[in-house]
């Protein structure tokens, strides 16, 4: 009887059949509902959120993008004449496109909210950087776009009353500045203190801490490469080093000129001089902030920082009062600050007291804040963007 009872299981009827086709149904319609309910979800998220696309057409934009957001750029290759990356950050999806091919009106604007990322630092600039804004404004008024910010680096001596006429504030268009340097306009309401970074236009990297670069003794107590300008605290600097035999501790290289382009070994020597020294000697120049600071930062060597006003229009803001390197001061940079290099050598005696163990916690110190600075700048920046553009819910 097995092959009957076979034959017979093959038939058409099913006890079951009738809840299985209601149990079907409304399986049916659950789906329905649910695949309505996620649409609905999605598109309230859609409302909710915004698409925010930066046109980074400064260098400072790769360290806003690759250092203080972690993002990717596609091709890895930095001379590519278009670059391109994408992320999502709180409520925004953000998308970066930067590279010589980069032009107005030869790329597609895909959101309705733009971050420029320009260099405002002299007239040539300047004058690139307008093209840019009249594009910008172009786009506002044919509604293309709805809102635009703008990542600026200022000029050095903070004369930046060209972009005044731009901002929302004044009857322009820009809602958001985000701007170098100690600027005194910078109100934490539409203008913002932005950091300098790392000199990214000589492609300085991304530096993932290592277990050896907490831990490893390093050769040199500290380090100075750079250009020692006629008449400077430089000069003052290397005299000081010179008469009390410092400049055996520490690795030091000056230059004269300044030059704009590192050659692969002046290059690779510098970063080699911040991973073997425990301080990297930060004198000013023509402003307070340089990338030294940050580019210490990133290898665990401690900046020693000439805390002084440089010439020109920078100083305190309404918000701030600590000029100069406001914003890295309220965000308890655990730098040392000294107001003369005088100061130097008793700061190189405690130095050769210090052991190693003391040197490694300090360096976890300096690491674990710059991680921290660089997360509260991208979270500030995407809260800023968003409270700014995003439609207010007071309803």
């Known amino acids: 009887g097995f092959t009957d009872h076979v034959a017979l299981g093959n038939e058409e009827w099913n006890p079951w059949d009738t809840d299985e086709k209601n149990e079907l149904?409304?399986?049916q319609q659950r789906y329905e509902a649910n695949l309505k309910m996620i649409k609905y979800a999605r598109s309230h998220l859609e409302q909710t959120s915004l698409r925010v696309q930066i046109w980074g057409k400064a260098a400072i934009g790769l360290y806003?993008?690759?250092h203080i957001f972690g993002g990717h750029l596609e091709p890895a290759d930095v001379t590519a004449q278009w670059r391109e990356g994408s992320q999502k950050a709180g409520k925004t999806y953000f998308s970066f496109l930067t590279g010589p091919s980069v032009v107005p009106g030869y790329?597609?604007?895909?959101a309705e909210h733009v971050v420029l990322v320009l260099n405002g630092r002299e007239p040539a600039k300047v004058a690139y950087a307008t093209q840019w804004l009249h594009y910008a404004q172009t786009l506002m008024e044919t509604r293309k776009i709805q809102h635009v910010a703008l990542v600026l680096l200022g000029n050095e001596q903070c004369n930046n009353a060209w972009i005044q006429p731009y901002l929302k504030r004044n009857g322009?268009?820009?809602?958001?500045l985000f701007v170098t340097y100690d600027y005194a306009f910078v109100n934490e309401e539409d203008i913002f203190q932005w950091p300098l970074g790392v000199a990214t236009y000589r492609n300085f990297p991304v530096v993932e801490p290592s277990w050896s670069m907490l831990h490893d003794p390093r050769s040199y107590i500290c380090n100075f490469l750079g250009t020692v300008y006629k008449n400077s605290s430089r000069e003052t600097l290397m005299e000081i080093l010179k008469q009390d035999g410092l400049d055996k501790l520490c690795w030091i290289a000056a230059r004269e000129q300044w030059q704009p382009q590192e050659t692969n070994e002046s290059f690779k020597n510098y970063q080699d001089a911040l991973l073997q020294s425990d301080l990297t000697l930060c004198p000013v120049g023509i402003n307070t902030e340089c990338y030294r600071i940050y580019e210490a930062c990133s290898y665990g060597s401690l900046p020693v920082i000439e805390d002084v006003m440089t010439p020109g229009d920078c100083g305190n803001s309404s918000m701030y009062h600590s000029a100069p390197l406001q914003l890295l001061k309220t965000m308890g940079a655990p730098f040392i600050f000294i107001k003369n290099w005088k100061e130097l050598p008793a700061i190189l005696e405690q130095e050769k007291k210090m052991s190693l163990q003391e040197k490694i916690q300090r360096r976890k110190k300096l690491l674990e804040w710059y991680r921290n600075f660089k997360a509260w700048m991208r979270q500030?920046?995407?809260?800023t963007l968003e409270n700014s553009f995003l439609p207010s819910d007071k309803g």
Not at 107 to 110: A, G, L, M, Q, T
Request: cysteine-free.
């Open 25 to 27: 149904a409304a399986s």
């Open 64 to 66: 806003l993008w690759q």
């Open 107 to 110: 790329f597609s604007v895909d």
């Open 172 to 176: 322009g268009f820009v809602n958001l």
């Open 380 to 383: 500030k920046f995407v809260n």
